[in-house]
């Protein structure tokens, strides 16, 4: 489910560009050279015993090994390093920035930054980007946004603009396009704020179990009073 950021929590080393023994191990590496032609404009072509063919631009710097099953690996002049795998799934590690990105054959492609930051963008237009401190964003193709926090915090933010945080210590804010605030705290009190940051008004909100306790008082008062008056009388 590309809507739960619990599937994001392990995808640290998931999207790293991995070199598979059987195209890269030595053993690999060690398969006999059958055939080499040169052609017409400077291209060298090399056939392998086990069908691998490498091609070599030497006017541009590229090196290109197809292997029988499909799997293709490039290697740039600048560095950088294009797989494609038989499934159809395509990796390039951009060498100067150290990035890889993957994109796979549902529509679904990756960016992995250095710092370990992913960014996963989805054919339907939803973003996931798990950042370096733990916080996870997650943009939604509707215009919703939710941010997970690393101390537990999360804020959403509506189609409107209408932006709420709910802090991991029970404050919660809502913050509206034109700068105005409304910050509600765990005790009920509630603080309406401009956008100047003067306080516009405060009150305290009463749950329904404070009404009670509240009316029992009034009535206890009210009884007690008409007792003493009758007393009185």
């Known amino acids: 489910d590309n809507n739960s950021q619990n599937n994001n929590n392990n995808?640290?080393?998931?999207?790293?560009?991995?070199?598979?023994p059987q195209y890269h191990s030595s053993m690999a590496n060690m398969i006999r050279l059958i055939k080499?032609?040169?052609?017409?404009?400077?291209?060298?072509?090399?056939?392998?015993?086990n069908?691998?063919?490498e091609i070599i631009f030497p006017n541009s710097g590229l090196r290109k090994e197809i292997y029988p099953d499909g799997y293709q690996i490039s290697y740039f002049k600048n560095k950088d390093i294009k797989q494609i795998y038989p499934d159809g799934k395509d990796v390039y590690l951009y060498a100067k920035n150290n990035t890889i990105v993957t994109k796979f054959p549902n529509g679904l492609k990756v960016f992995k930054f250095s710092n370990g930051q992913i960014e996963k963008n989805f054919p339907d237009g939803t973003k996931i980007i798990n950042y370096a401190d733990g916080t996870i964003r997650n943009v939604y193709n509707d215009?919703?946004?939710e941010i997970f926090f690393n101390d537990g915090s999360l804020?959403?933010?509506?189609?409107?603009?209408?932006?709420?945080?709910e802090y991991s210590d029970g404050i919660q804010d809502t913050i509206y396009p034109d700068g105005s605030k409304i910050r509600k705290f765990p005790d009920g009190k509630i603080t309406k704020i401009n956008s100047d940051g003067s306080i516009i008004e405060q009150w305290i909100k009463f749950f329904w179990l404070e009404y009670i306790y509240l009316a029992?008082?009034?009535?206890y008062l009210n009884n007690y009073i008409i007792i003493r008056l009758y007393i009185n009388i």
């Not at 804020?155 to 945080?165: E, P």
């Open 143 to 145: 215009g919703v946004e």
């Open 155 to 165: 804020q959403k933010v509506d189609k409107n603009g209408i932006i709420t945080v």
């Open 11 to 20: 995808d640290t080393n998931m999207f790293d560009m991995v070199f598979l």
């Open 36 to 49: 080499q032609d040169i052609t017409e404009d400077g291209k060298i072509i090399k056939q392998y015993e």
């Open 51 to 53: 069908n691998k063919k």
């Open 216 to 219: 029992w008082i009034l009535i």
